[in-house]
């Protein structure tokens, strides 16, 4: 088949669920690949019988971008119509043969993964820790007749320990907010990048990054006690994004032909 147009596969969907309308990657058309109840939503594009082209474009980080985003707006499209499981970016494959294929031999698995997130969605929390600049949290302060380097030393040895108590403050803080977060969702999971900075200002080290899967009627519910938990621990700073469609808890990796 060395030529033929590839599949570019975004997720699977029931067949019952709308397709999308508008385009995905590259302006292609959008179209469906259905077998036993369920249905691929895929597009044409134009990697097949080059391998390695798919991979190479993709390491200019705007051509990333570009697919990335597009990738992303046709899975939430379909998890705005109905229950989604997305597949990983760049899954290829070369005919509606292999989609039927994919859909076939792994039918059990994507309707399992369907009927979990059904009716469900992912937000996402990441929280850091607060580093109070008031010089009234600071200790070992230098008094008037130290010498100026020493009392910059020590000013700076202060600042380091202030920091040092308020992380650790904020990792105990985070496990508490997780454990009150996890008990109200039907699932959570840890993501990769904990420890990283946020470089805003007071706010510093991140100590907590989780997705949690919650019931769709729970959305407001589930923000309101993020914001009574950020009311709590005020020595974290907490970000919510989402709802998204459950990347994190059914994302396929297909195991395309591409």
């Known amino acids: 088949m060395t030529g033929e147009p590839a599949l570019w596969v975004y997720a699977v ?3 019952g669920s709308a397709l999308p309308s ?24 134009g990697w097949a019988g080059r391998p390695g082209v798919l991979e190479q474009e993709l390491r200019d980080p705007k051509r990333l971008e570009t697919v990335a985003r597009a990738h992303h707006e ?18 290829l494959y070369r005919s509606d043969e292999g989609v039927r294929d994919l859909l076939a031999q792994r039918r059990e698995e994507l309707a ?15 929280a850091y820790a607060v ?25 700076r040895r202060s600042q380091r320990m202030a920091r040092e108590r308020a992380e650790r403050s904020a990792w105990e ?7 009150a ?22 706010v510093g080290t991140q100590v907590l990054n989780m997705s949690y899967l919650v ?5 407001d519910q589930f923000r309101t006690i993020v914001g009574q938990l950020a009311r709590r621990y005020p020595g974290l700073a907490l970000r919510v994004t989402g709802p998204w469609p459950a990347y994190s808890f059914v994302e396929f990796k297909g195991g395309g032909e591409g």
């Not at 046709?74 to 899954?91: D, H, I, K, N, Y």
């Open 181 to 202: 977060l996890t008990a109200v969702a039907v699932a959570a999971r840890s993501q990769s990048s904990v420890g990283a900075a946020w470089r805003r200002d007071t």
């Open 74 to 91: 046709v899975v939430e499209a379909c998890f705005r119509s109905g229950p989604t499981v997305p597949f990983r970016l760049g899954t």
């Open 173 to 179: 803080a985070a496990s508490q907010v997780d454990a």
């Open 215 to 219: 019931e769709e009627a729970a959305g």
């Open 13 to 15: 969907t029931p067949t």
């Open 131 to 155: 580093t109070s600049h008031d010089p009234s949290t600071a200790t070992d302060e230098p008094n008037d007749t130290a010498p100026p380097g020493t009392a910059y030393l020590l000013r």
């Open 112 to 126: 399992t993964a369907l009927t979990m997130v059904a009716g469900r969605v992912e937000w996402g929390v990441q």
């Open 22 to 45: 508008g385009c995905g990657v590259d302006g292609e058309a959008l179209r469906r690949v259905a077998h036993a109840g369920l249905a691929a939503v895929v597009s044409a594009a």
